[in-house]
Each structure stands twice: as structure tokens, then as C-alpha cells.
């Protein structure tokens, strides 16, 4: 079919509706669309139109914690985290229109509706006005909406210039008066206006933009600071009196002269405010990246609130999260590898609150969370948790093992079903016989991997599983030194265990939530579970303060400002992965840091973790914040024989032991474990003759003590 016949067939079809619909039939249905559409106007403009608290309009958030954490912390005002939908934040600072000096709010209606008291939601006069400037200047020259119009706009409404918006507009703006006083109205204008950007943040309101813009609360902004914020109100970003001076000033002078001619202002004082210099920086608000943190939350817990007017308090600290930011950027810049990540865990022991996290270098960059999601093998930082299973009593009976018994550092060959595994030390030395404190303190592997075989991997896992370790655990020999993969939060949370003094808390990251403004009501914190003797805990603990004192993290608190202080280094196969955890009682922080292809870093925890924990720990925490590890009921102390190194006395060294396992009184003690058999040389065997000798010529010094020779 051609086109002409298409334009034929149309024709005919066009003549024969013309037929059969009249000219009344088209206006009947004219009219009723119109009507129709006015009826959904005004329904939408009834069911929207409503105002609340300018508290009702702050976008629903995560926040810090209102108190701060530590010992005779104040309540703070706690820094906003993000939107619970990942949305753009707003910067927001909710004012009452009786706290605004009058100077402010007459310079709002002088400049953007000076008839407001007068009218009743639309100005009749004012919009011919408009309509008559805008035919002179073939275009928009000239708005004429009025206040309340212009909140309806900014609360409901988007900013496009259509005819529909308009109307959809005017009909809200006379139910908002209908609904409210002219007070709230105002009040909630002077609330709601864009004023500009604070970065990525929106500034909306007059208490808002007086912060930002001069530094101070919008109740004590003077005539011309206040000249300056209604002037911005058309274009906040033009008139930003950091950004264009020059034109912020005649902005704001205009201003001064429209109050002066309508009266409000005299002559004299509008000169005298003009004669004010211009701001010549901003005040950004205080920043937390606690996007790690916030992502974190939604995912492991529900919260359905609406999107405005509420408020989440996580257990965050806005100090600690700082000086973790740092921390993290500062260790990692001075890595000479770059490309390297890293993450930092920090939580309270006794509540299990989250205090600080930080999961990579630049979340911008990468969201993936290193402190939560990332599994790597913690490498001799997972000792602790075979020191507690070494030393436990066994079904009620005798530990395995005490801080003093001794273990061969000599090397190593174990059968498996993946070929023969030799543990190395991290520097390939061996120091002969050594005793389970100084394994511990000077991170040896062997003695490790020894005491491992010993109590059985399964022995192991079941123990760590207990110490809230929930990914899998592969009960082989290697356990012992950490082979397994476990996130950086598990491992914290494990040496939570120990600074809790054997007991878990269960994480917790949010306080609760509330209005914004309103204190959060308080919540029950539940005790630690019981999972670990209060005396097996302060034992592993007494050799992780040795690790700082004397040990490989004794580079942590050389200058000792930091109190009593535990802690573990860890580095894995290969130096793929570094990491450092610290605690006090009440305080955990860990560290990790390595590439995410797993590439070596060639740094130990020591030089690559413990620098951060380090700084952390400079910048967050005071001394009220460190308290001693008290000494449990359940252990004594009593001299044991050290195989190896110089801190011992006469007759051995002071140790702990729990009850019932120290040396007899006024005897030193020397302990063994079963020995495998494994190649041994020569030199071994003469230094271990060596050894029996001394400890029988020992045993013969006790018994003459005693009389019996």
C-alpha cells in the first residue's frame, strides 16, 4: 500500500469520527479530564501537604555513639555515617524560628515574599507582576512564587518548569496554609532552603549554612551575615562567598538596599553592614568514613525505619574511627611496596561493641570490606588459641602443659597425607630447649608445632570454635601455626576472650535508635558467655605481655605510655600477610595488611601491623582508658628452670601456674612433654645428656634442702 492511500483511508476515517462525535461530546470530555485532573491534584495535595518538626526532616542515618567511649567520657554530638540507603547525605541543622534574630527572618521575607502575612498560600499580585516582567523580557526574568509555594516545591515537588508542576504546586502550597500557621511555615522554609555544598553534602537551611559559611550558630549571625545567606538563596553556588567574593557582595548589598526601601532597616545600618568584609573560608562539618562500618550493619542486621526523622546510634566512636583512618593511611604510605591494603578492628571486650573498623585503604576505590569479609591465614597470631587449649586442664584432670614446661626448638619432620611437613622459625634458627613462655614471647614455630601435635588439631579447633571462630578450621598439624583462613573480626573477637578475662561477648554495633534529637533508650547489654577458666585466660595472657615487654612486639610500647598492654604478631606462608593484635582489658584492636592477590609482602606483622596498632593506639586512647589484668582465683606462682635466655634468677624465674600444678615450695621446677621421635644429630643428643645431668644434680640440691640426704 503507497503512501497516498494511507492519506486517503485516514481522511475517511477522520470524516466519519467527526460523524459521530459532536463538538459538545469533545468539551463534556475536555472538561472532565480537566476535572479529573483537578480532583487528583487536590487529593495528592491533601494526602502530602503536611508539615512537621524541622527534626522531621533530617534524613534518616546512622550515627556515632552519643556518649563517648571510655572512662569520663561526655556526651557528644554524635557525626552522621550515611543514609541507611547508601543515598547522599545532607548537611542539617534543625532551628526553632523564635532562636533566629529578627534581622534574618526580615531579610527573607524583604527579598522572597514581603507580602507573606498577607496571603494565603499564592499571591495574586505578585504573580501578574511576574507574568508581565517575564512577556517584557521574552523569557524567565522573574519568579512569582511565594514562600510557602517554594516549600512546597522544595519538600514534595522537583525543580522542573512545567505548567503541571505548577499547579501540582500552587494546590499544596494553599492546603500547607490551610493546615499550618504562618510561624511554621516559616519556620520550616528557613529550614528546608538549598544553600549550597558542603562536598558531597547538601546544605539545607539557614542553622546549616551559618555553620558552614561563618562558623557559628544561625542565632548569632549578624545583619550582614544574614543579608549574605538570603541572598544566596536564588544561587547558592554563584553567591558562595568563598567561591565568588565579589559577587557575593553585591548580592549581599542588594539585599541590605531592598530591607532599607521596604523600611525594616535603616539607611545608616544597611551602610554600616556593608561595610562587613566577606568570610573568607568554610567550616566543613567533622567527617567519620564509616562507610566500611555502615555496609557492615546493613548487612548483618534488619532495620526497616522510614527514611526521615529517625535516628540509628551505632556503637562507632568518632575518635577512635578517626585515628583509626589515619592510622591506616599512615602505615600504609610508609610500605615500600605500594598497593598494599590493610584493616583495622577495635572493639570493647566487656560489651563487644565495635569501636572502630576500617576496611581497605579507599572505599571509593574498593568496597570490599577487609575487616569483616576477608579470610587469610593469621599465620602466629592464631598461637594464643593453642596456648589455651595446651593449657587447660584436661576432663578436670592435669593441663597438657604449664607456662614452664619445656619444648624442644630443634627441627622437625611430620608424615601427613600431603607429604612431610617441616616447620621452620621465621628466622630458620633453632635455640634448643625452651619453655612454652619463651615459644610464645619469641614467636617460634617449631616448640609450636610441637605442643600442636601434642594436644591434637582437633583439641585446637574445638577451642577456637569456642573463642567465636566460625570459619572452617582444618584439623591438620599446621593449624598450630595458623593454616587456616580466618577474618581479621573472628580473630579480634577470639582475643576479646582473653582480655574479657575468658569470657565472649556477642558484637554489637548499634546502641539503638530514636527520633533525631531524642537520647536512644537505654538497652540492656548482655554479660559475656563463659567460655574459657578466668586462670587459663590470665596465663596466655601473662606470656602476650611478655610479647610486648620482651617479645616480637616490643617495638609496640618501648616508651611504656601505654599502660598495662597484651598482644600477638602474626605473619603467614610466604609473608604474604601481616598482622598485630593488642588489648587491654578494655580494649581489642587487630590489624591485617597485604595485597588482595596474595602476593608476599615481605614484611613480618612486627614491621608491617604493629605500626599502625601503634599509632592507633597514640591518637585514640588516654590513660584512663588502660587498666591492669587482675589475677584471677585459681592461680599461684611458684620458680621454674628457663631453659633459655637471661631473665631468670638462681633457682629459676617466678612463674604462674594454675593451682595445683606450680613446683613444690621453695624448689625450682624444670617440665617435659612426651618426645617424639624424629632424626636427632649428634650435638642434640650430647646437649640433651647435658640436660638430664643438670636436672639431676638439681633434684639432688632439693632433697638436700629437705634432709633427706
Same mark, same amino acid.
Given at each position: 500500500?503507497?503512501?497516498?492511500?494511507?492519506?486517503?483511508?485516514?481522511?475517511?476515517?477522520?470524516?466519519?469520527?467527526?460523524?459521530?462525535?459532536?463538538?459538545?461530546?469533545?468539551?463534556?470530555?475536555?472538561?472532565?479530564?480537566?476535572?479529573?485532573?483537578? +480532583?487528583?491534584?487536590?487529593?495528592?495535595?491533601?494526602?502530602?501537604?503536611?508539615?512537621?518538626?524541622?527534626?522531621?526532616?533530617?534524613? &534518616?542515618?546512622?550515627?556515632?555513639?552519643?556518649?563517648?567511649?571510655?572512662?569520663?567520657?561526655?556526651?557528644?554530638?554524635?557525626?552522621?555515617?550515611?543514609?541507611?540507603?547508601?543515598?547522599?547525605?545532607?548537611?542539617?541543622?534543625?532551628?526553632?524560628?523564635?532562636?533566629?534574630?529578627?534581622?534574618?527572618?526580615?531579610?527573607?521575607?524583604?527579598?522572597?515574599?514581603?507580602?507573606?502575612?498577607?496571603?494565603?498560600?499564592?499571591?495574586?499580585?505578585?504573580?501578574?507582576g511576574a507574568m508581565v516582567a517575564n512577556i517584557?523580557?521574552?523569557?524567565?526574568?522573574?519568579?512569582?512564587?511565594?514562600?510557602?509555594?517554594?516549600?512546597?516545591?522544595?519538600?514534595?515537588?522537583?525543580?522542573?518548569?512545567?505548567?503541571?508542576?505548577?499547579?501540582?504546586?500552587?494546590?499544596?502550597?494553599?492546603?500547607?496554609?490551610?493546615?499550618?500557621?504562618?510561624?511554621?511555615?516559616?519556620?520550616?522554609?528557613?529550614?528546608?532552603?538549598?544553600?549550597?555544598?558542603?562536598?558531597?553534602?547538601?546544605?539545607?537551611?539557614?542553622?546549616?549554612?551559618?555553620?558552614?559559611?561563618?562558623?557559628?550558630?544561625?542565632?548569632?549571625?549578624?545583619?550582614?551575615?544574614?543579608?549574605?545567606?538570603?541572598?544566596?538563596?536564588?544561587?547558592?553556588?554563584?553567591?558562595?562567598?568563598?567561591?565568588?567574593?565579589?559577587?557575593?557582595?553585591?548580592?549581599?548589598?542588594?539585599?541590605?538596599?531592598?530591607?532599607?526601601?521596604?523600611?525594616?532597616?535603616?539607611?545608616?545600618?544597611?551602610?554600616?553592614?556593608?561595610?562587613?568584609?566577606?568570610?573568607?573560608?568554610?567550616?566543613?562539618?567533622?567527617?567519620?568514613?564509616?562507610?566500611?562500618?555502615?555496609?557492615?550493619?546493613?548487612?548483618?542486621?534488619?532495620?526497616?525505619?522510614?527514611?526521615?526523622?529517625?535516628?540509628?546510634?551505632?556503637?562507632?566512636?568518632?575518635?577512635?574511627?578517626?585515628?583509626?583512618?589515619?592510622?591506616?593511611?599512615?602505615?600504609?604510605?610508609?610500605?615500600?611496596?605500594?598497593?598494599?591494603?590493610?584493616?583495622?578492628?577495635? $572493639?570493647?571486650?566487656?560489651?563487644?561493641?565495635?569501636?572502630?573498623?576500617?576496611?581497605?585503604?579507599?572505599?571509593?576505590?574498593?568496597?570490599?570490606?577487609?575487616?569483616?569479609?576477608?579470610?587469610?591465614?593469621?599465620?602466629?597470631?592464631?598461637?594464643?588459641?593453642?596456648?589455651?587449649?595446651?593449657?587447660?586442664?584436661?576432663?578436670?584432670?592435669?593441663?597438657?602443659? &604449664?607456662?614452664?614446661?619445656?619444648?624442644?626448638?630443634?627441627?622437625?619432620?611430620?608424615?601427613?597425607?600431603?607429604?612431610?611437613?617441616?616447620?621452620?622459625?621465621?628466622?630458620?634458627?633453632?635455640?634448643?630447649?625452651?619453655?612454652?613462655?619463651?615459644?610464645?614471647?619469641?614467636?617460634?614455630?617449631?616448640?609450636?608445632?610441637?605442643?600442636?601435635?601434642?594436644?591434637?588439631?582437633?583439641? $585446637?579447633?574445638?577451642?577456637?570454635?569456642?573463642?567465636?571462630?566460625?570459619?572452617?578450621?582444618?584439623?591438620?598439624?599446621?593449624?598450630?601455626?595458623?593454616?587456616?583462613?580466618?577474618?581479621?573480626?573472628?580473630?579480634?573477637?577470639?582475643?576479646?576472650?582473653?582480655?574479657?578475662?575468658?569470657?565472649?561477648?556477642?558484637?554489637?554495633?548499634?546502641?539503638?535508635?530514636?527520633?533525631?534529637?531524642?537520647?536512644?533508650?537505654?538497652?540492656? +547489654?548482655?554479660?559475656?558467655?563463659?567460655?574459657?577458666?578466668?586462670?587459663?585466660?590470665?596465663?596466655?595472657?601473662?606470656?602476650?605481655?611478655?610479647? +610486648?615487654?620482651?617479645?616480637?612486639?616490643?617495638?609496640?610500647?618501648?616508651?611504656?605510655?601505654?599502660? &598495662?598492654?597484651?598482644?600477638?604478631?602474626?605473619?603467614?606462608?610466604?609473608?604474604?600477610?601481616?598482622?598485630?593484635?593488642?588489648?587491654?582489658?578494655?580494649?581489642?584492636?587487630?590489624?591485617?595488611?597485604?595485597?588482595?592477590?596474595?602476593?608476599?609482602?615481605?614484611?613480618?606483622?612486627?614491621?608491617?601491623?604493629?605500626?599502625?596498632?601503634?599509632?592507633?593506639?597514640?591518637?585514640?586512647?588516654?590513660?584512663?582508658?588502660?587498666?591492669?589484668?587482675?589475677?584471677?582465683?585459681?592461680?599461684?606462682?611458684?620458680?621454674?628452670?628457663?631453659?633459655?635466655?637471661?631473665?631468670?634468677?638462681?633457682?629459676?624465674?617466678?612463674?604462674?601456674?594454675?593451682?595445683?600444678?606450680?613446683?613444690?615450695?621453695?624448689?625450682c621446677g624444670s617440665f617435659d612433654f612426651p618426645?617424639?621421635?624424629?632424626?636427632?644429630?649428634?650435638?642434640?643428643?650430647?646437649?640433651?645428656?647435658?640436660?638430664?645431668?643438670?636436672?639431676?644434680?638439681?633434684?639432688?640440691?632439693?632433697?638436700?634442702?629437705?634432709?633427706?640426704?
Open positions: 500500500m503507497d503512501l497516498q492511500a494511507i492519506a486517503l483511508r485516514s481522511r475517511v476515517a477522520l470524516q466519519a469520527l467527526r460523524a459521530r462525535v459532536s463538538v459538545r461530546q469533545v468539551v463534556r470530555v475536555t472538561l472532565a479530564a480537566f476535572s479529573l485532573g483537578f +480532583v487528583i491534584i487536590g487529593a495528592e495535595a491533601l494526602i502530602r501537604a503536611k508539615l512537621g518538626t524541622p527534626q522531621d526532616r533530617m534524613p &534518616t542515618a546512622l550515627y556515632t555513639r552519643p556518649i563517648g567511649w571510655g572512662e569520663g567520657r561526655e556526651r557528644n554530638s554524635p557525626v552522621a555515617l550515611g543514609t541507611l540507603g547508601g543515598g547522599p547525605m545532607e548537611r542539617r541543622v534543625p532551628v526553632e524560628l523564635s532562636a533566629l534574630p529578627d534581622h534574618l527572618v526580615e531579610a527573607a521575607l524583604a527579598v522572597e515574599d514581603q507580602r507573606f502575612y498577607r496571603h494565603h498560600g499564592l499571591d495574586f499580585r505578585r504573580i501578574g517584557k523580557a521574552l523569557g524567565i526574568a522573574q519568579g512569582g512564587s511565594t514562600i510557602t509555594q517554594q516549600l512546597a516545591k522544595n519538600l514534595y515537588l522537583s525543580a522542573s518548569r512545567t505548567p503541571l508542576r505548577k499547579l501540582r504546586e500552587a494546590a499544596m502550597a494553599v492546603v500547607l496554609e490551610l493546615r499550618h500557621d504562618k510561624p511554621a511555615i516559616l519556620e520550616a522554609y528557613l529550614n528546608e532552603i538549598y544553600l549550597g555544598q558542603d562536598g558531597e553534602r547538601a546544605i539545607h537551611g539557614v542553622g546549616a549554612a551559618a555553620r558552614y559559611y561563618f562558623g557559628k550558630d544561625a542565632r548569632r549571625v549578624s545583619l550582614a551575615e544574614a543579608a549574605l545567606l538570603v541572598g544566596m538563596i536564588s544561587a547558592p553556588n554563584r553567591y558562595a562567598p568563598q567561591r565568588n567574593p565579589e559577587a557575593a557582595r553585591r548580592r549581599r548589598d542588594l539585599v541590605l538596599q531592598v530591607m532599607a526601601g521596604q523600611g525594616r532597616i535603616t539607611q545608616a545600618v544597611a551602610a554600616r553592614a556593608a561595610r562587613a568584609g566577606m568570610p573568607s573560608r568554610t567550616n566543613p562539618a567533622r567527617s567519620v568514613d564509616g562507610r566500611y562500618f555502615r555496609d557492615f550493619i546493613l548487612a548483618s542486621q534488619s532495620v526497616r525505619l522510614p527514611g526521615r526523622g529517625m535516628a540509628v546510634y551505632t556503637t562507632l566512636d568518632a575518635t577512635l574511627q578517626r585515628a583509626a583512618e589515619r592510622a591506616i593511611r599512615a602505615g600504609l604510605d610508609r610500605l615500600p611496596m605500594p598497593g598494599a591494603e590493610a584493616a583495622l578492628v577495635a $572493639i570493647d571486650p566487656r560489651t563487644g561493641e565495635v569501636l572502630a573498623m576500617v576496611g581497605g585503604r579507599d572505599y571509593g576505590a574498593s568496597q570490599f570490606n577487609r575487616a569483616t569479609d576477608a579470610k587469610r591465614q593469621p599465620g602466629s597470631a592464631f598461637k594464643p588459641m593453642v596456648a589455651l587449649a595446651a593449657l587447660e586442664r584436661r576432663d578436670g584432670g592435669a593441663p597438657a602443659f &604449664t607456662l614452664a614446661s619445656v619444648v624442644d626448638d630443634e627441627p622437625l619432620r611430620v608424615r601427613t597425607g600431603a607429604g612431610p611437613w617441616e616447620p621452620e622459625n621465621y628466622d630458620r634458627q633453632f635455640r634448643g630447649r625452651v619453655t612454652v613462655r619463651e615459644a610464645m614471647e619469641q614467636s617460634l614455630n617449631v616448640p609450636f608445632a610441637r605442643i600442636g601435635l601434642a594436644i591434637g588439631p582437633e583439641r $585446637i579447633a574445638a577451642t577456637a570454635r569456642r573463642l567465636g571462630i566460625v570459619s572452617p578450621l582444618v584439623p591438620v598439624p599446621s593449624l598450630a601455626l595458623g593454616s587456616s583462613e580466618v577474618t581479621l573480626m573472628e580473630l579480634v573477637r577470639a582475643y576479646g576472650v582473653l582480655a574479657g578475662g575468658g569470657g565472649l561477648a556477642a558484637p554489637r554495633a548499634v546502641v539503638g535508635q530514636a527520633r533525631y534529637g531524642s537520647a536512644p533508650d537505654a538497652v540492656a +547489654v548482655p554479660d559475656p558467655a563463659r567460655v574459657i577458666d578466668p586462670a587459663v585466660a590470665f596465663l596466655v595472657t601473662s606470656t602476650l605481655e611478655g610479647v +610486648v615487654t620482651r617479645g616480637t612486639g616490643r617495638a609496640l610500647n618501648q616508651e611504656g605510655h601505654f599502660g &598495662t598492654l597484651a598482644g600477638k604478631t602474626g605473619t603467614s606462608n610466604d609473608w604474604r600477610d601481616a598482622w598485630f593484635v593488642a588489648y587491654s582489658p578494655s580494649l581489642v584492636v587487630g590489624v591485617w595488611v597485604g595485597f588482595d592477590d596474595g602476593r608476599s609482602l615481605r614484611l613480618t606483622g612486627a614491621g608491617a601491623a604493629l605500626p599502625i596498632v601503634s599509632r592507633f593506639l597514640d591518637e585514640a586512647a588516654t590513660g584512663a582508658d588502660w587498666g591492669s589484668f587482675d589475677v584471677p582465683a585459681g592461680i599461684s606462682e611458684g620458680y621454674a628452670v628457663v631453659a633459655h635466655g637471661d631473665w631468670g634468677s638462681e633457682c629459676g624465674s617466678r612463674e604462674f601456674f594454675l593451682e595445683g600444678t606450680e613446683p613444690e615450695a621453695e624448689s618426645r617424639f621421635e624424629v632424626p636427632r644429630d649428634w650435638g642434640r643428643v650430647l646437649r640433651k645428656e647435658a640436660a638430664r645431668l643438670l636436672e639431676e644434680l638439681m633434684a639432688e640440691r632439693r632433697e638436700r634442702r629437705r634432709g633427706l640426704r
